[in-house]
Protein backbone atom coordinates (compact mmCIF):
# COMPACT_ATOMS: atom_id res chain seq x y z
CA UNK A 1 0.00 0.00 0.00
CA UNK A 2 1.77 3.07 -0.98
CA UNK A 3 -0.89 5.85 -0.27
CA UNK A 4 0.12 8.01 3.11
CA UNK A 5 -1.97 7.49 5.72
CA UNK A 6 -2.02 10.47 8.41
CA UNK A 7 -2.41 14.26 8.63
CA UNK A 8 -1.10 16.94 5.74
CA UNK A 9 2.44 17.55 6.22
CA UNK A 10 3.97 21.31 7.33
CA UNK A 11 6.99 21.12 5.56
CA UNK A 12 5.49 22.88 2.28
CA UNK A 13 3.77 25.29 4.32
CA UNK A 14 6.70 26.36 6.60
CA UNK A 15 9.08 26.63 3.37
CA UNK A 16 6.92 28.54 1.71
CA UNK A 17 5.91 30.49 4.30
CA UNK A 18 9.22 33.13 3.92
CA UNK A 19 8.52 33.76 0.34
CA UNK A 20 5.26 34.40 1.03
CA UNK A 21 6.16 37.28 3.17
CA UNK A 22 9.18 38.59 0.49
CA UNK A 23 6.81 39.10 -2.56
CA UNK A 24 3.77 40.90 -0.32
CA UNK A 25 6.70 43.04 1.03
CA UNK A 26 7.99 44.16 -1.91
CA UNK A 27 4.38 43.56 -3.85
CA UNK A 28 3.09 46.08 -1.38
CA UNK A 29 5.79 48.32 -0.95
CA UNK A 30 6.00 49.10 -4.24
CA UNK A 31 2.30 49.34 -4.67
CA UNK A 32 1.93 51.61 -1.48
CA UNK A 33 5.05 54.02 -2.94
CA UNK A 34 3.23 54.34 -6.03
CA UNK A 35 -0.52 54.91 -4.89
CA UNK A 36 0.95 57.18 -1.60
CA UNK A 37 4.25 58.61 -2.60
CA UNK A 38 3.87 61.75 0.07
CA UNK A 39 2.65 59.28 2.93
CA UNK A 40 4.50 56.03 2.57
CA UNK A 41 6.55 54.49 4.44
CA UNK A 42 6.28 56.60 7.38
CA UNK A 43 8.07 55.92 10.66
CA UNK A 44 9.05 58.18 13.85
CA UNK A 45 10.48 57.39 17.12
CA UNK A 46 9.11 57.31 20.23
CA UNK A 47 10.14 57.01 23.08
CA UNK A 48 13.03 55.16 21.04
CA UNK A 49 11.33 52.80 19.66
CA UNK A 50 10.74 53.29 15.74
CA UNK A 51 6.97 53.16 14.80
CA UNK A 52 4.29 53.73 11.87
CA UNK A 53 2.95 57.20 12.10
CA UNK A 54 0.17 57.14 9.78
CA UNK A 55 -2.78 54.95 9.11
CA UNK A 56 -1.55 53.84 5.38
CA UNK A 57 1.93 52.83 6.97
CA UNK A 58 0.06 50.51 9.37
CA UNK A 59 -2.26 49.16 6.81
CA UNK A 60 0.69 47.99 5.20
CA UNK A 61 2.40 46.36 8.46
CA UNK A 62 -0.87 44.75 8.48
CA UNK A 63 -1.18 43.14 4.95
CA UNK A 64 3.03 42.22 4.85
CA UNK A 65 1.93 40.22 8.28
CA UNK A 66 -1.47 39.02 6.92
CA UNK A 67 0.63 37.22 3.92
CA UNK A 68 3.39 36.14 5.84
CA UNK A 69 1.57 34.21 8.16
CA UNK A 70 -0.83 33.01 5.39
CA UNK A 71 0.67 29.80 4.68
CA UNK A 72 0.67 29.03 8.70
CA UNK A 73 -2.75 29.58 8.95
CA UNK A 74 -4.07 26.90 5.63
CA UNK A 75 -1.97 24.32 6.86
CA UNK A 76 -3.19 24.89 10.64
CA UNK A 77 -7.00 24.93 9.07
CA UNK A 78 -6.07 22.36 7.14
CA UNK A 79 -4.82 19.87 9.85
CA UNK A 80 -7.54 21.11 12.46
CA UNK A 81 -10.30 20.07 9.72
CA UNK A 82 -8.30 16.49 9.00
CA UNK A 83 -8.20 15.82 12.76
CA UNK A 84 -11.74 16.96 13.22
CA UNK A 85 -12.89 14.65 10.81
CA UNK A 86 -11.31 11.89 11.91
CA UNK A 87 -12.44 12.22 15.23
CA UNK A 88 -16.10 12.36 14.04
CA UNK A 89 -15.96 9.61 11.60
CA UNK A 90 -14.35 7.41 13.87
CA UNK A 91 -17.50 8.10 16.25
CA UNK A 92 -19.76 7.51 13.64
CA UNK A 93 -17.50 3.98 12.96
CA UNK A 94 -18.39 3.10 16.56
CA UNK A 95 -22.05 2.95 15.36
CA UNK A 96 -21.76 0.44 12.90
CA UNK A 97 -18.76 -1.63 13.81
CA UNK A 98 -20.50 -3.85 16.52
CA UNK A 99 -22.81 -5.26 14.07
CA UNK A 100 -19.83 -6.00 11.48
CA UNK A 101 -18.00 -7.75 13.70
CA UNK A 102 -20.38 -10.03 15.09
CA UNK A 103 -21.21 -11.14 11.72
CA UNK A 104 -17.50 -11.98 10.15
CA UNK A 105 -15.54 -14.54 11.72
CA UNK A 106 -12.59 -13.02 12.17
CA UNK A 107 -11.06 -9.08 13.11
CA UNK A 108 -9.16 -8.75 9.71
CA UNK A 109 -11.97 -9.37 7.47
CA UNK A 110 -14.61 -7.30 9.90
CA UNK A 111 -12.25 -4.19 9.34
CA UNK A 112 -11.83 -4.61 5.88
CA UNK A 113 -15.52 -4.81 5.40
CA UNK A 114 -16.15 -1.77 7.25
CA UNK A 115 -13.63 0.02 5.15
CA UNK A 116 -16.47 1.00 2.50
CA UNK A 117 -18.83 2.25 5.31
CA UNK A 118 -16.39 5.22 6.15
CA UNK A 119 -15.05 8.00 4.26
CA UNK A 120 -11.55 9.60 4.05
CA UNK A 121 -9.83 10.03 6.31
CA UNK A 122 -10.89 7.42 8.65
CA UNK A 123 -11.38 5.10 5.42
CA UNK A 124 -7.55 5.67 4.67
CA UNK A 125 -6.41 4.50 7.97
CA UNK A 126 -8.48 1.39 8.45
CA UNK A 127 -7.49 0.12 4.96
CA UNK A 128 -3.65 0.33 6.05
CA UNK A 129 -4.86 -1.12 9.06
CA UNK A 130 -6.39 -4.51 7.60
CA UNK A 131 -3.79 -4.37 4.84
CA UNK A 132 -0.69 -4.54 7.32
CA UNK A 133 -2.72 -6.66 9.83
CA UNK A 134 -3.79 -9.50 6.94
CA UNK A 135 0.06 -8.80 5.89
CA UNK A 136 2.32 -9.47 9.26
CA UNK A 137 -0.79 -10.85 11.80
CA UNK A 138 0.27 -8.50 14.63
CA UNK A 139 -3.25 -6.57 15.22
CA UNK A 140 -1.71 -4.55 18.02
CA UNK A 141 1.71 -3.52 16.55
CA UNK A 142 -0.70 -2.76 13.18
CA UNK A 143 -2.78 -0.84 15.16
CA UNK A 144 -0.03 1.01 16.97
CA UNK A 145 1.97 1.77 13.58
CA UNK A 146 -1.21 2.92 11.66
CA UNK A 147 -2.60 4.98 14.15
CA UNK A 148 0.57 6.70 15.55
CA UNK A 149 -0.21 9.87 14.27
CA UNK A 150 -3.96 10.06 14.71
CA UNK A 151 -5.58 11.96 17.81
CA UNK A 152 -5.34 10.49 21.12
CA UNK A 153 -8.88 10.22 22.43
CA UNK A 154 -9.29 8.35 18.66
CA UNK A 155 -6.87 5.69 19.38
CA UNK A 156 -8.66 5.30 22.64
CA UNK A 157 -11.79 4.77 20.88
CA UNK A 158 -10.46 2.41 18.04
CA UNK A 159 -8.50 0.79 20.78
CA UNK A 160 -11.80 -1.52 21.49
CA UNK A 161 -10.87 -3.15 18.40
CA UNK A 162 -7.82 -5.01 20.04
CA UNK A 163 -9.63 -5.31 23.06
CA UNK A 164 -12.56 -7.51 21.30
CA UNK A 165 -9.91 -9.80 19.78
CA UNK A 166 -8.85 -10.91 23.03
CA UNK A 167 -12.26 -10.92 25.05
CA UNK A 168 -13.54 -14.17 23.64
CA UNK A 169 -16.93 -14.42 24.12
CA UNK A 170 -17.73 -10.55 25.55
CA UNK A 171 -16.54 -8.49 22.25
CA UNK A 172 -20.07 -7.58 21.15
CA UNK A 173 -20.51 -6.59 24.67
CA UNK A 174 -17.27 -4.14 24.73
CA UNK A 175 -18.39 -3.23 20.64
CA UNK A 176 -21.79 -2.01 22.37
CA UNK A 177 -20.26 0.05 25.47
CA UNK A 178 -17.68 1.28 23.11
CA UNK A 179 -20.68 2.65 20.81
CA UNK A 180 -22.28 4.16 23.84
CA UNK A 181 -19.35 5.52 24.95
CA UNK A 182 -18.64 7.20 21.62
CA UNK A 183 -22.23 8.73 20.94
CA UNK A 184 -22.14 10.34 23.91
CA UNK A 185 -18.53 11.94 23.57
CA UNK A 186 -19.71 13.13 20.43
CA UNK A 187 -22.91 14.85 21.91
CA UNK A 188 -20.93 16.34 25.03
CA UNK A 189 -18.39 17.77 22.21
CA UNK A 190 -21.01 19.42 20.36
CA UNK A 191 -22.04 20.77 23.15
CA UNK A 192 -18.24 22.21 24.20
CA UNK A 193 -17.71 23.87 21.28
CA UNK A 194 -20.82 25.63 21.06
CA UNK A 195 -20.16 27.24 23.70
CA UNK A 196 -15.93 27.41 23.86
CA UNK A 197 -17.56 29.63 20.15
CA UNK A 198 -19.48 31.58 22.14
CA UNK A 199 -15.99 32.76 23.98
CA UNK A 200 -14.01 33.12 20.76
CA UNK A 201 -16.89 35.76 19.90
CA UNK A 202 -16.60 37.65 22.82
CA UNK A 203 -12.77 37.77 22.32
CA UNK A 204 -13.04 39.36 18.75
CA UNK A 205 -15.46 41.80 19.51
CA UNK A 206 -13.51 43.04 22.84
CA UNK A 207 -10.77 43.08 19.82
CA UNK A 208 -13.22 45.27 17.92
CA UNK A 209 -13.48 47.73 20.52
CA UNK A 210 -10.23 48.30 21.75
CA UNK A 211 -9.09 49.03 17.71
CA UNK A 212 -12.43 51.40 17.93
CA UNK A 213 -11.25 52.87 21.20
CA UNK A 214 -7.81 53.44 20.08
CA UNK A 215 -8.95 55.37 16.73
CA UNK A 216 -11.28 57.38 18.76
CA UNK A 217 -8.50 58.29 21.26
CA UNK A 218 -5.94 58.86 18.96
CA UNK A 219 -8.63 61.42 17.08
CA UNK A 220 -8.99 63.40 20.39
CA UNK A 221 -5.75 63.40 21.13
CA UNK A 222 -5.34 65.09 17.47
CA UNK A 223 -8.26 67.60 18.24
CA UNK A 224 -6.53 68.52 21.98
CA UNK A 225 -3.33 69.15 20.20
CA UNK A 226 -4.82 71.61 17.63
CA UNK A 227 -7.17 73.44 19.85
CA UNK A 228 -5.34 73.66 23.29
CA UNK A 229 -7.77 75.65 24.38
CA UNK A 230 -10.01 72.34 25.03
CA UNK A 231 -7.40 70.84 26.55
CA UNK A 232 -6.79 70.27 30.20
CA UNK A 233 -5.50 73.72 32.27
CA UNK A 234 -2.03 74.34 32.93
CA UNK A 235 -1.17 71.23 30.31
CA UNK A 236 0.44 72.10 27.05
CA UNK A 237 -1.42 70.03 24.32
CA UNK A 238 0.93 71.56 21.84
CA UNK A 239 3.48 69.30 22.20
CA UNK A 240 1.03 65.65 22.35
CA UNK A 241 2.98 63.83 19.59
CA UNK A 242 -0.32 61.89 17.86
CA UNK A 243 1.62 60.01 15.18
CA UNK A 244 4.09 58.26 18.31
CA UNK A 245 1.25 57.52 20.07
CA UNK A 246 -0.79 56.21 17.14
CA UNK A 247 2.10 53.52 16.46
CA UNK A 248 2.58 52.57 20.12
CA UNK A 249 -1.26 51.80 20.03
CA UNK A 250 -0.77 49.99 17.17
CA UNK A 251 1.51 47.96 18.58
CA UNK A 252 -0.11 47.34 21.60
CA UNK A 253 -3.19 45.98 19.44
CA UNK A 254 -0.73 43.49 18.17
CA UNK A 255 0.56 42.44 21.00
CA UNK A 256 -3.11 41.76 22.08
CA UNK A 257 -4.43 40.43 19.12
CA UNK A 258 -1.50 37.74 19.06
CA UNK A 259 -2.44 37.17 23.37
CA UNK A 260 -5.80 36.74 22.26
CA UNK A 261 -5.05 34.40 19.00
CA UNK A 262 -2.73 32.25 21.05
CA UNK A 263 -5.89 32.35 23.84
CA UNK A 264 -8.40 31.40 21.26
CA UNK A 265 -6.16 28.20 19.44
CA UNK A 266 -5.08 26.60 22.65
CA UNK A 267 -7.96 26.34 24.85
CA UNK A 268 -10.63 26.73 22.70
CA UNK A 269 -9.81 25.41 19.46
CA UNK A 270 -6.82 22.62 21.19
CA UNK A 271 -4.40 23.16 18.59
CA UNK A 272 -1.97 26.05 19.14
CA UNK A 273 -0.38 26.65 15.78
CA UNK A 274 -4.08 27.97 14.62
CA UNK A 275 -2.48 30.86 17.08
CA UNK A 276 -1.25 32.55 13.37
CA UNK A 277 -4.92 31.94 11.63
CA UNK A 278 -6.96 33.66 14.44
CA UNK A 279 -4.13 36.42 14.76
CA UNK A 280 -5.01 37.03 10.71
CA UNK A 281 -8.86 37.46 11.84
CA UNK A 282 -7.99 39.30 15.17
CA UNK A 283 -5.45 41.74 13.20
CA UNK A 284 -7.87 42.70 10.91
CA UNK A 285 -10.61 42.69 12.77
CA UNK A 286 -8.84 45.40 15.26
CA UNK A 287 -7.43 47.86 12.52
CA UNK A 288 -10.62 47.69 10.45
CA UNK A 289 -12.55 48.91 13.55
CA UNK A 290 -10.11 51.51 14.40
CA UNK A 291 -9.71 53.04 10.54
CA UNK A 292 -13.86 53.23 11.06
CA UNK A 293 -13.54 55.69 14.02
CA UNK A 294 -10.89 57.77 12.48
CA UNK A 295 -13.16 58.32 9.81
CA UNK A 296 -16.55 58.47 11.88
CA UNK A 297 -14.62 60.88 14.67
CA UNK A 298 -12.78 62.93 11.81
CA UNK A 299 -16.34 63.11 9.97
CA UNK A 300 -18.29 64.39 12.94
CA UNK A 301 -15.36 67.10 13.38
CA UNK A 302 -15.32 68.45 10.22
Do not use: C, W
Amino acid sequence: MTKRVGPPRPTRYISFTPISGLISLLLFYFLFIKLFPTQFPKFIIFSGIPVPANNITIIFIDLFLIFLLLPLAFYSKKYTVFMQKLKEQTRGFLQVYPSVATSLPSVSQAIIASIDLVEEPLKDYLAAFGYLYKMTGDLEGSFLKIFSNAPRDVRLLLISILTTAKSGGRSSDVLNVTSKYASELQRMESYLKNKLQSYSTVIMMGIAVYGFSVGMTTVMLEILRKSPSLGLTGISTYAINVEGVIGIFFYSLLIVSAASAYVIAKIISDYAPRTSEYFIYLISIGTISMMIAFSMARGLIH
